[in-house]
């Protein structure tokens, strides 16, 4: 435990003298104060308000800004110390195979779950000060939601930089995992619906595999109950999980996914060629 924790604090002190760590902040930091600046709290949409229309807008941003940070940076912990040596160095550390893995895995969950936590809260604090009421069940179930798509990403990343044996084949192995899960939303699920060649329970089961849909799906929900902008997608949906259901799913199943896969990383890192 002792060489797991070494290992992470390493980690965030590497990643907070990084060049993305430095833009990753400003990203989250400044879309919430662009979101102020242009009085989106002043603004109305279904009825929302205030920090409640902020939220929603930041929360869609993140959708498509987080998974392709996290998954570009994180690829780069293993592929990368591999790549420049640095992990052949390590071998001649005392320090567990284990305790590297999962104390990077650790270090760099803070490093990027950390920025986007900062910006909502942040929005919270100028909110309030600024006399607006913060809706706290809203922000307690997004910055729940967010920490479960972190955690998927993240292990998603690392399964990648356990098995590509050089940065460009990770970064490029990342981003193309980031475009099909980003395809694979609700055009692509439309498209099989209308042809009716298979039932749309299938269908609405193949698009919740997808993290990303199942991300979207629950941020909508909290805005819009019944889910009236999926159409029949939502009878299915609420037919098979109900709605408390759905949004506990939306949150274990993200961060299941992740562990699942930082865990298959880690095997592969183990049992594989190390150098």
């Known amino acids: 435990m002792k060489q797991l924790l070494l290992t992470a604090r390493l980690d965030i002190a590497e990643s907070l003298r990084a060049r993305w ?26 009825g929302f308000i205030g920090l409640s229309r902020l939220l929603v807008s930041y929360i869609q941003i993140t959708m498509a800004i987080l998974p392709v940070f996290v998954l ?20 001649a550390l005392p320090v567990s195979l284990g305790a590297w893995f999962w104390g990077k895995f650790l270090g760099r969950y ?21 006399g607006i009421e913060v809706p706290w069940p809203t922000f ?15 292990g998603l990343g690392m399964l990648i930089s356990a098995i590509a044996h050089s940065t460009d084949v990770a970064q490029g ?9 980003l395809l694979f939303l609700d055009l692509i699920l439309l498209g099989v619906m209308i042809q009716g060649r298979i039932d749309p329970e299938l269908a609405v089961t193949i698009a919740l595999a997808n993290p990303l849909q199942v991300f979207r799906t629950a941020a909508l929900s909290v805005f819009d109950p019944q889910l009236v902008v999926l159409g029949p997608a939502a009878y299915v949906i609420f037919d098979t999980f109900g709605a ?5 799913f939306a949150l274990a199943y993200p961060a299941a ?16 060629n190390l150098l």
């Open 140 to 154: 307690g179930y997004y910055t729940a939601l967010l920490a479960a798509i972190a955690l998927c990403f993240l």
């Open 21 to 46: 760590f430095q833009i990753y902040t400003l990203v989250f930091g400044g879309i919430v104060a662009l979101l102020f600046a242009f009085g989106l709290t002043e603004s109305r949409v279904l």
């Open 72 to 91: 570009i940076t994180t690829v780069r912990s293993v592929a990368g110390d591999r790549e420049t040596g640095v992990l052949e160095y390590l071998l």
């Open 173 to 181: 192995a990342a981003f193309l995992l980031w475009l099909a899960l």
């Open 244 to 248: 408390d259901g759905f949004r506990l």
């Open 110 to 130: 803070a490093v990027t779950f950390a920025p986007v936590f900062l910006a909502m809260l942040g929005a919270a604090a100028w909110g309030h000060f600024d």
């Open 257 to 272: 996914l992740g562990l699942a896969a930082a865990s298959g990383g880690y095997l592969i890192f183990r049992r594989g």
